[in-house]
């Protein structure tokens, strides 16, 4: 099959020194393509400079973002040539539009005109003591697969922190219905460490819990050969 995996973590760029971004190193997403290739599948890999990623193999393309921005046009103009989608991919929920002093701000009668203001200077100054960063919310890429490829088979991941099993099984529920997914993985990230991964498999009428990401792995392989047959 033709699969299209997302992997790594966005940033999102202030100015051109600085940026957010999240703690997500690849890890997963470079398990889960190399377990696919050793099975004979064909992977796209979305991925970021800093993430780790699978060696060199005749079935393999990379691709690799920076941001949300570069995540969404790369996946509308790849989604609709795959079968299925595993979005493993930390992607940002905010990106900076502004950062000012807090002068500027107090100064000024109106805050929403900072969210359609921008920094022209390349590296903003950090002179003022205090710094006041706006943000503006980033589309929800998941959402949109359906739209560019009605019959792929959609992956998506949910990951919380510190709440309880059934939070977590319901917050991904909603997701699996919201965005048409056949699977949503639920993580939460105290369950997470260099030799576990706790991940409870969310589908329409099944639950299943794997420990580790070699697990998770080996659990999605068997799901999309399930697709196939």
């Known amino acids: 099959m033709k699969i299209l995996v997302t992997s790594g973590g966005t940033s999102e760029a202030i100015d051109s020194v600085r940026s957010i971004t999240n703690h997500s190193t ?13 099975s004979g599948h064909e992977v796209c890999l979305i991925t970021t400079n800093r993430a780790l990623k699978p060696e060199p193999h005749p079935h393999l393309t ?6 949300t921005h570069d995540l969404l046009l790369e996946m509308k103009e790849r989604v609709s040539n ?4 595993i979005h493993s991919m930390a992607v940002s929920d905010y990106t ?3 950062m000012t002093g807090l002068a500027e701000v107090e100064a000024s009668s109106n805050l929403e005109e900072f969210l359609n203001k921008h920094n022209h200077q390349a590296k903003i100054s950090s002179n003022d003591e205090v710094q006041i960063l ?19 088979h959609l992956i998506g991941f949910k990951l919380l922190v510190d709440v309880s099993e059934d939070y977590l099984i319901e917050i991904a529920r909603q997701s699996l219905i919201k965005n048409q ?3 949503i993985i639920a993580n939460d990230l105290t369950q997470i460490s260099a030799n576990q991964h706790r991940a409870i498999f969310v589908e329409r009428e ?3 819990t794997v420990q580790t990401k070699e697990e998770i ?13």
């Open 26 to 38: 690849g890890r997963l997403g470079k398990i889960i393509t190399e377990t696919l290739l050793a």
């Open 62 to 67: 990379i691709r690799e973002i920076k941001n």
């Open 82 to 85: 795959y079968q299925v989608l």
């Open 96 to 98: 900076p539009v502004y």
């Open 134 to 152: 706006f943000l503006k919310k980033t589309p929800k890429i998941i959402s949109l697969v359906k739209e560019w490829n009605p019959a792929i």
């Open 181 to 183: 997914a056949d699977l």
């Open 206 to 208: 099944q639950l299943q």
């Open 217 to 229: 792995a080996s659990l999605l392989l068997e799901k999309i050969q399930a697709y196939d047959s």
